[in-house]
């Protein structure tokens, strides 16, 4: 899988993301359907923004708290 070892940060805008959880899109940390294309068994996590915000997204896949970073990057 095409995880990361750091986070990515993002300036969020109200409305319905769906962040990628596979490591594999080409769009992270957006969902671009790669978990269906490569089979990687796992799905996108729906999150409800309600307010312009800035957001610490996980890309390496093991974050206690998805879709958020809780830096288990760090402990790898």
């Known amino acids: 899988m095409a995880?990361?070892?750091?986070p990515h940060i993002v300036d969020e805008t109200p409305g319905?993301?769906?962040y990628c959880?596979?490591?594999?899109s080409a769009t992270?940390?957006?969902c671009?359907?790669?978990?269906e294309t490569k089979e990687?068994?796992?799905s996108p996590k729906e999150f409800v923004v309600q307010e312009?915000?800035?957001m610490v997204i996980c890309?390496?896949?093991h974050t206690g708290n998805s879709p958020f970073c809780d830096g288990s990057h760090s402990k790898l």
């Open 32 to 35: 671009d359907g790669s978990h």
């Open 52 to 54: 312009e915000k800035k």
């Open 40 to 42: 990687t068994g796992k």
């Open 59 to 61: 890309d390496c896949g």
């Open 28 to 30: 992270k940390p957006y």
């Open 21 to 24: 959880t596979c490591g594999e």
């Open 3 to 6: 995880y990361e070892n750091s």
């Open 16 to 18: 319905i993301k769906y």
